[in-house]
């Protein structure tokens, strides 16, 4: 066997190795900056959903005598609503998540 001897390197050799290690820390800690930023979403999503999914209730809206529903949507976080009261339309509209009513626009006709 032959032994093999390692020799000290140039120093534009050193220079080229300093570089090349400077370059693998700084995408060594780029890529843990951005592993720790997907992890810090992820936890924050998980925080903010309150941990436990909708439960379902049972909810009874009155509505005035003779309504009849003429249109339903969803806007945003809104449940809305068209009715049409003895031929005057009126919207409502309800939180989506606890179904409570949130607001009333009325349109009536001039005479």
């Known amino acids: 066997m032959t032994d093999t ?3 000290e390197p140039t120093p534009d050799q ?3 190795i300093a570089r090349v290690r400077r370059m693998m820390l700084i995408a060594g800690l780029t890529s843990a900056l951005a592993v720790a930023v997907v992890l810090i979403a992820i936890g924050y999503r998980l925080y903010r959903s309150e941990g436990s999914p909708v439960s379902v209730s049972d909810v009874t809206a009155a509505l005035p ?3 009849r529903i ?13 009715l049409d009261v003895g031929g005057a339309t009126e ?3 309800f939180d989506a998540k606890t179904l409570k009513p949130v607001g009333r626009l009325s349109f009536v006709n001039e005479p």
């Open 65 to 67: 005598k003779g309504a």
């Open 14 to 16: 050193a220079a080229l």
């Open 91 to 93: 919207i409502r509209t």
């Open 70 to 82: 003429v249109a339903t949507g969803v806007a945003g976080e809104r449940l809305v609503l068209t």
């Open 5 to 7: 001897a390692v020799t």
